[in-house]
């Protein structure tokens, strides 16, 4: 079970707080938590094992570098599980399921606006455990959340950016807004764009992959 750092942790790397190749640096990941050493090595090791860091031995962690390659296998698959589990939703949905994932999507909108990307994080897990839920299929259900939730380090980040995750936030409720006007077609779309939209490149970003294996070891 993930403790509250790796949890934390977890959540900064999906939301594209750390860029790929980047070596993690004990003393800053010490600042930025506000946690020990020991702490900050037992949760990088347990992100490790499950293979969203890059363990070198004698240098650290680091972020593993894009794979294009594997990012486009990912999202394909998870659109054919999406796309095909999206007409149950959208044919079995009430309105009193509607106003729930009203909530949720309004508690994402709120929370990329506060430093925590892991309250974040959170609710964009409930809103689409919760959306995909309502397929009637627990086993695609569970598929598609193992699928989207998992950390992977060779894809880009959709929320690197706050323009990003303004426009996933607004895309949240733009598939509610299709399912309460009745336009599966509408909704079908926004769910292609929500998982396939363009990143946007940060040069604030860029800057920090720059630091040496020596430099993630301090």
């Known amino acids: 079970m993930e403790n509250d750092l790796t949890k934390k942790m977890r959540a900064d790397l999906l939301m594209g707080a750390f860029e790929h190749g980047q070596w993690l640096r004990l003393n ?3 600042k ?12 990088l090791a347990a992100l490790a094992a499950v293979g969203a860091l890059e363990h070198v031995d004698n240098y650290g962690y680091r ?11 990912h999202r394909e698959t998870r659109l054919v599980l999406e796309l095909g589990a999206a007409p149950n939703v959208y044919y079995r949905a009430d309105m009193d399921d509607l106003a ?7 508690r994402f ?5 506060t430093p925590s990307l892991a309250d974040a994080q959170a609710a964009n897990d409930d809103f689409h455990r919760e959306f995909f839920a309502l397929c009637g299929n627990p ?14 380090p060779y ?6 950016t706050d323009e990003n995750r303004k426009t996933s936030a607004a895309e949240h409720f733009e598939m509610l807004d299709c399912i309460e006007r009745k336009n599966l077609p509408g909704l079908l779309d926004v769910m292609r764009r929500h998982l396939y939209r363009a990143p946007i ?10 630091s040496s294996p020596q430099q993630a070891l301090r």
């Open 139 to 152: 086993i695609l259900a569970q598929m598609i959340n193992e699928m989207r939730e998992l950390v992977r």
């Open 100 to 106: 729930r994932l009203h909530e949720i999507a309004q």
């Open 28 to 30: 800053e990941l010490e």
């Open 32 to 43: 930025r938590y506000g946690v020990s050493r020991f702490e900050v090595r037992k949760a």
């Open 201 to 210: 490149a940060s040069s604030a970003g860029s800057q920090r992959t720059s």
């Open 155 to 160: 894809s880009r980040h959709p929320y690197s």
């Open 63 to 73: 972020l593993p570098l894009a794979n294009p390659e594997m990012d486009a296998h």
């Open 109 to 113: 909108a709120d929370a990329i606006d």
